[in-house]
């Protein structure tokens, strides 16, 4: 049996997804990382991982195809026989406003958004409970529950997955597996460079967050990480907002 803790994150070779990879890293896990298209990025990511002493399994599958997904979780029992932590990260979306967003838009954003996180979480419970539980964990963002400029699409796929949360923690409990969601205010990763209105969201989040900065990738990894930390088994289903105070404004 292999010894080390394993985790999968997806999307976990930029942004977001990366910084949570390296606090997963520095505590010694093994990792499986999923990613879409960037070859480059995901071979820099594993090596930088590497380089801190944990095996790294990268994975090129698009979490919206749910035809695929039973490859990945696979490959995950074959490289390592088990999985302990599965943090639900890769995202995308069309950025329009809604009088332009068309059938296509719609299926892409919720697909990746939202439908993958369901898959993957039945995929990775069955290899969770043979080894008697895990935790999940699902990236979320403030569009779910409040309104921002042409995120409608991504806004609705991030309240289905924090409902989607909901749902899993409490039928999956008794396979002593426990999920939550972490959302955040506006971070500056490569997804705020597809947002026509980039400046804009920047400029808000400096100027009016209350902690006096904008999020960054380790404020919401530090969230997930305790999530994933036994301190924390007792909450479930919930989505815990990091956001530096913004969306508590009136
Ligand atoms: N940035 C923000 O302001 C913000 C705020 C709150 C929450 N979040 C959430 O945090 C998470 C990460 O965001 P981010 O800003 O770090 O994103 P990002 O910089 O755009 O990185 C996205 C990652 O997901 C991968 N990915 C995209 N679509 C995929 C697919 N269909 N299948 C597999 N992998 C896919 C990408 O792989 P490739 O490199 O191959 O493309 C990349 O590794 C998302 O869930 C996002 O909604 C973001």
């Known amino acids: 049996m292999h010894q080390r803790k394993v985790a999968l994150v997806t999307g976990g070779t930029r942004g977001i997804g990366k910084a949570i990879a390296h606090k997963l890293a520095d505590q010694g896990c093994d990792l499986v990382i999923n990613y879409l298209r960037n070859r480059t990025a995901a071979r820099e990511t594993a090596a930088e991982l590497e380089a801190k002493g944990v095996?790294?399994?990268l994975v090129k599958t698009n979490v919206?195809?749910?035809?695929?997904?039973?490859?990945?979780?696979?490959?995950?029992?074959?490289?390592?026989?088990?999985?302990?932590?599965?943090?639900?990260?890769?995202?995308?979306?069309?950025?329009?406003?809604?009088?332009?967003?068309?059938?296509?838009?719609?299926?892409?954003?919720?697909?990746?958004?939202?439908?993958a996180f369901?898959?993957?979480?039945?995929?990775?419970?069955?290899?969770?409970?043979?080894?008697?539980?895990?935790?999940?964990?699902?990236?979320?963002?403030?569009?779910?529950?409040?309104?921002?400029?042409?995120?409608?699409?991504?806004?609705?796929?991030?309240?289905?997955?924090e409902a989607i949360t909901r749902y899993l923690a409490i039928e999956l409990a008794p396979q002593n597996i426990i999920v939550n969601a972490v959302s955040g205010g506006a971070v500056d990763t490569d997804a705020l460079k597809h947002f026509p209105n980039r400046e804009d969201i920047l400029a808000d989040a400096v100027g009016r967050t209350p902690a006096g900065r904008m999020v960054t990738p380790e404020d919401l990894a530090n969230a997930v990480m305790f999530l994933l930390s036994d301190e924390a088994s007792m909450i479930r289903g919930q989505t815990i907002i990091v956001d530096g105070g913004i969306s508590i404004l009136a």
Request: overall charge negative; hydrophobic content about 45%; glycine content about 8%.
């Open 64 to 115: 919206a195809e749910t035809n695929k997904l039973k490859d990945m979780f696979s490959e995950i029992e074959q490289e390592f026989g088990r999985l302990d932590f599965f943090v639900s990260n890769a995202a995308s979306g069309v950025l329009r406003p809604i009088m332009e967003l068309e059938e296509s838009h719609w299926d892409w954003t919720m697909n990746i958004n939202s439908r």
């Open 55 to 57: 095996r790294v399994h």
């Open 118 to 161: 369901l898959f993957c979480a039945q995929e990775a419970a069955r290899v969770m409970a043979k080894n008697g539980g895990g935790k999940m964990v699902a990236l979320s963002s403030l569009g779910a529950q409040f309104v921002i400029p042409n995120y409608t699409s991504v806004g609705v796929s991030k309240a289905a997955l």
